[in-house]
T-cell receptor, first 115, second 112 residues
């Protein structure tokens, strides 16, 4: 079971560069989301999606774009990287439905440094 | 706005102790609450999930309780082991959208 797969695991960028963080899940989950984890700030929601073609902003969306063209993939795009975006990025997925017993599954993270 | 707080931020105990990690939230209208474990430099591993209608969940040496009316959850770890050393995160799911709101975590060190 692959679960939630994030690529790359590590990346170093220069200020102003753009890049896409990839996230794929093979569990046919409807819900997918992106978080960033910073020391002293915990995990904060960047963007989320409740299904293909539907995305919405989380707590800290500025500087990031997302799209959801398929159920499996939810890429996160940094348009013009800034040092403040140095962080660890986690992708998560879960099933939808009326039951509240659906846990979130997380990828292993992408460690991003912006110089 | 939902806020989640975990106290203490760090905890160091000798091996074999039973311990309790605390999580509090400001809005009792939660969908569920999930406890995670995170090892240094690693991702999040789900430990327990408590639905809003439940009072507790158990898995091995772990027991998580939920009191929605008081906005509190506790994670009880029995007979702690050095391998339990990690950061423990609690997160509430506010609605049926997959959005989680995290506490800042409790970093646990279990000394041999």
């Amino acid at each position: 079971n692959a679960g939630v797969t994030q690529t790359p695991k590590f990346q170093v960028l220069k200020t102003g560069q753009s890049m896409t963080l990839q996230c794929a899940q093979d569990m046919n989950h409807e819900y997918m989301s992106w978080y960033r984890q910073d020391p002293g700030m915990g995990l904060r929601l960047i963007h989320y999606s409740v299904g293909a073609g539907i995305t919405d902003q989380g707590e800290v969306p500025n500087g990031y774009n997302v799209s959801r063209s398929t159920t499996e993939d939810f890429p996160l795009r940094l348009l013009s990287a800034a040092p403040s975006q140095t962080s660890v990025y986690f992708c998560a997925s879960s099933r939808a439905g009326g039951s509240s017993n659906q846990p979130q599954h997380f990828g292993d993270g992408t460690r991003l440094s912006i110089l | 706005k939902q806020e989640v707080t975990q106290i203490p931020a760090a905890l160091s105990v000798p091996e074999g102790e039973n311990l309790v990690l605390n999580c509090s939230f400001t809005d009792s209208a939660i969908y569920n609450l999930q406890w995670f474990r995170q090892d240094p430099g690693k991702g999040l591993t789900s430990l327990l999930l408590i639905q809003s209608s439940q009072r507790e969940q158990t898995s091995g040496r772990l027991n998580a309780s939920l009191d929605k009316s008081s906005g509190r959850s506790t994670l009880y770890i029995a007979a702690s082991q050095p391998g339990d050393s990690a950061t423990y995160l609690c997160a509430v799911r506010a609605g049926n959208t997959g959005k989680l709101i995290f506490g800042q975590g409790t970093t646990l060190q279990v000394k041999p």
